[in-house]
């Protein structure tokens, strides 16, 4: 009954490589979110999708792009990883946005990202 | 743009009483959210707040003033699980996404 989860939990690789991680919700939620949280704890919005728009943080570089094959999932790739990246990336996803608040987002459990 | 403060690390002892202070400053303001984050986990929400006043939840109560930019977490009754980073966030001006304070990890002793 796990409401958002990610594979894999740790992705050890080499730089230069491409690696992918993925996201899937079964909250029957619109919209996902992926956020990356680096050595010092700090959790930074990298995008927000849903079904209409994606919504790209401008700090994130190009080598980074999410890839939606359905409204349940939001997958993560990286091309051409740098030793920079390496953090704890979580997916989230929540509820159309309503009117005057906030919408809750639920994460996932995280992916441990290290490049040797 | 947003901007959020918080204490980065506090202390405390079972049973006691602690409070985590954020002030924030926005670009509109659409209410303000907790969540809990233990040491190689995921946040989980906590708590939402959008209009003042103080909200409770068992042991866990949340205060927001708009009119300063401040909110509080209150951790009553305090046990050695309750040890963890507590995350303070707005959503963004679009509501597209949440802006994290750098959170405050608590550390609870017995």
């Known amino acids: 009954d796990t409401a958002v989860s990610q594979t894999p939990k740790y992705l050890v690789t080499q730089m230069g490589n491409d690696k992918s991680i993925k996201c899937e919700q079964n909250?029957?939620?619109?919209?996902m979110y992926w956020y990356k949280q680096d050595s010092k704890k700090f959790l930074k919005i990298m995008f927000s999708?849903?079904?209409?728009?994606?919504?790209i943080n401008e700090t994130v570089p190009n080598r980074f792009s999410p890839k939606s094959p359905d409204k349940a999932h939001l997958n993560l790739h990286i091309n051409s990883l740098e030793l920079g990246d390496s953090a704890v990336y979580f997916c989230?996803?929540?509820?159309?946005?309503?009117?005057?608040?906030?919408?809750?987002?639920?994460f996932g459990p995280g992916t441990r990202l290290t490049v040797l | 743009g947003q901007n959020i403060d918080q204490p980065t690390e506090m202390t405390a002892t079972e049973g006691a009483i602690v409070q985590i202070n954020c002030t924030y400053q926005t670009s509109g303001f659409n209410g303000l959210f907790w969540y809990q984050q233990h040491a190689g986990e995921a946040p989980t929400f906590l708590s939402y707040?959008?209009?003042?006043g103080l909200e409770e939840k068992g042991r866990f109560s949340s205060f927001l003033s708009r009119s300063k930019g401040y909110s509080y977490l209150l951790l009553k009754e305090l046990q050695m699980k309750d040890s963890a980073s507590y995350l303070c966030?707005?959503?963004?001006?679009?509501?597209?996404?949440?802006?994290f304070g750098k959170g405050t990890t608590l550390s609870v002793s017995s």
């Open positions: 707040n959008v209009l003042d």
């Open positions: 909250l029957g939620h619109d919209t």
């Open positions: 966030a707005v959503p963004n001006q679009a509501g597209t996404a949440l802006i």
């Open positions: 989230a996803s929540s509820q159309v946005r309503t009117s005057g608040k906030a919408d809750t987002q639920y």
């Open positions: 999708y849903n079904n209409k728009e994606l919504i």
